[in-house]
């Protein structure tokens, strides 16, 4: 952590509060609320001050006044949904990956249908040239231009180039597995085109004026990442970014907001906040003190790991984050929430505390790092009441029940998988919960029924156990009521069926389960040499799985919640 003491720098660390509390201060103060207004006193602070992001001046020192509900927003009445890894989403207009357009015309035929919500994978900004992983970004702040739908691009009709990149881009769309770079550069040529066209539009520039600083500076770095080779911390001198193409970035970014504010025009998007980001990507460029780039988070030796995990993302560090008023982090959340009305937060333990490795060691030799839990709870409640999103924390693991406990009284939904739970669906799944039957690091309905899943790991030389595969879908099968001859057609829906009768407040079903697909989207423990993570197409496109009878069966069973 680079501490020069025993004891961590706690000078200029944030005053967080509950909205209403009483909170005893020696002497005379002043609060310059987020309005401008100005109050001050002595003694304890007003009960009444409102929610929200203030200035504390007391004795020597002014610090953040952070006023949090300090529970979240809650979903109300009970929901139902799809859950899509959206690169995999491909219809007729897609250009070789699922776009915003599609998530938009999705989000539309499933409310037609009575879904609620559709919930994706991170749409966090990659690196260039970094990992197809979402859960290895190089921002959480601001988001991947990948996924934008070129049809909706300001001028793209005119573009000459268009016939020849359309005719590419369909013969991307026939092909199983999703390429990203080619994908980019089809796109990329046709944004810039329109850039260059681009005329001055007042939305552009407001959308600019009033967006965080730190977009300016995520479009610098991403600028900059054009000239230089290599991640950030190898560059010698530091070029200046053109203006012309940091507002290119800014331009984007806009064209992406834009495009989610419509994806959620007719159902809760739900968005996916990874646990960290790219040692060589943009947030590590704009807060490299905030980071501890001499570590890694993973996980400890343990039954299922003997060797441990190393996930490769630096830490927060924790001491530099509360010193910095929690700026990354509000930002953080903001982004996740800006267009969604609801966010999965990944591995919602990291909030607590990360298993830390120094770098070059190896998972065994880390240590846990505590972090405010306390703090950052109420910072996520404020985020979540002022946008109106709900929360759900991925609890998966080992986690004390004390803290799924606290999760609970703040709000933070629990995330339930058939997979994982000792009783079936129903009154003892809790109300404050997701239900789900997997995610995309775990067996799909068809892989673990037909027994594909544990052959692809074993294929591939990882150590499955085969035995616990075998338990859990003789579970799931006695639960379900099901035959072990039972059609892949009727497991699929009896497995919804039995999902559907979670007493949960959201239930969510994948894509890649009602169309019976094998192969889940990530096998943790592989790389892209050995496996096709993060880029394997759906069997379907757009428009097939908005016609396919058991799709729409398999919604008919959520709706109906029974």
Not at 280 to 309: H, I, K, S, Y
Request: glycine residues 10%.
């Amino acid at each position: 952590m680079g501490a020069d003491a025993s004891q961590p720098d706690q000078t200029g660390a944030p005053l967080v509060v509950r909205a209403g509390a009483h909170v005893e201060l020696d002497g005379a103060w002043e609060v310059e609320l987020e309005s401008g207004e100005r109050r001050s006193g002595k003694g304890a602070l007003p009960r009444e001050l409102p929610l929200g992001y203030h200035h504390l001046a007391h004795g020597s020192q002014t610090v953040r006044l952070i006023v949090s509900p300090g529970r979240c927003h809650l979903p109300g009445a009970r929901k139902w949904g799809w859950a899509v890894q959206l690169y995999a989403l491909r219809s007729r207009a897609s250009w070789g990956m699922g776009d915003l357009g599609d998530l938009t015309r999705l989000g539309d035929w499933a409310a037609g249908r009575g879904a609620g919500m559709v919930m994706v994978n991170p749409l966090h900004a990659p690196r260039p040239g970094g990992e197809a992983s979402p859960y290895f970004p190089s921002s959480r702040c601001w988001y991947d231009p990948t996924y934008l739908d070129m049809s909706q691009v300001p001028g793209i009709e005119a573009c000459p180039e268009l016939p020849r990149l359309r005719a590419e881009a369909d013969q991307l769309n026939a092909e199983p597995l999703v390429d990203r770079t080619r994908v980019w550069e089809l796109k990329s040529a046709g944004l810039e085109w329109a850039w260059e066209r681009f005329c001055d539009d007042p939305n552009f520039e407001e959308y600019a004026r009033r967006s965080s600083a730190s977009l300016p500076t995520y479009a610098r770095f991403a600028a900059l990442s054009e000239i230089h080779e290599g991640p950030w911390p190898t560059w010698r001198e530091v070029a200046a970014a053109p203006p012309e193409r940091v507002r290119f970035h800014m331009w984007l970014q806009w064209l992406l907001d834009c495009q989610l504010a419509g994806a959620g025009r007719s159902v809760d998007l739900v968005t996916d906040l990874a646990v960290g980001v790219d040692p060589a990507g943009a947030d590590t460029w704009m807060w490299p003190d905030c980071f501890a780039l001499g570590a890694r988070v993973g996980a400890p030796p343990d039954a299922f790991n003997p060797e441990g995990q190393d996930w490769g993302l630096p830490p927060l560090d924790p001491w530099r984050l509360a010193a910095a008023g929690f700026e990354p982090f509000v930002q953080t959340l903001r982004a996740a929430l800006r267009r969604a009305r609801g966010v999965r937060v990944d591995h919602v333990m990291g909030l607590f505390r990360l298993w830390w490795i120094p770098s070059g060691a190896s998972p065994a030799d880390g240590a846990y790092v505590r972090y405010p839990a306390s703090e950052l709870l109420d910072i996520l409640a404020l985020e979540s009441v002022r946008a109106q999103a709900y929360v759900v924390g991925e609890d998966l693991g080992t986690v004390k029940p004390s803290i799924r406990a606290e999760l609970a009284e703040r709000g933070v939904l629990s995330y339930r998988l058939l997979w994982f739970e000792p009783t079936p669906p129903g009154p003892d799944w809790p109300g404050l919960s997701m239900a789900a039957v997997t995610t995309h690091d775990l067996p799909t309905v068809a892989g673990c029924w037909s027994g594909a899943d544990v052959a692809e790991q074993q294929a591939l030389g990882l150590s499955p156990d085969a035995s616990d595969a075998v338990a859990t879908r003789e579970r799931v099968a006695g639960w379900a009521g099901l035959c072990p001859d039972a059609e892949m057609g009727e497991v699929i829906l009896r497995v919804h069926r039995l999902l559907a009768s979670a007493s949960s407040a959201l239930v969510v079903a994948t894509l890649d389960d009602a169309l019976g697909v094998e192969r889940r989207p990530n096998i943790p423990g592989t790389t892209a040499e050995v496996r096709p993570n993060w880029c394997l197409a759906l069997p379907a496109s757009l428009e097939e799985i908005m016609a396919d009878p058991v799709v729409d069966e398999v919604g008919r069973v959520l709706d109906s919640g029974a």
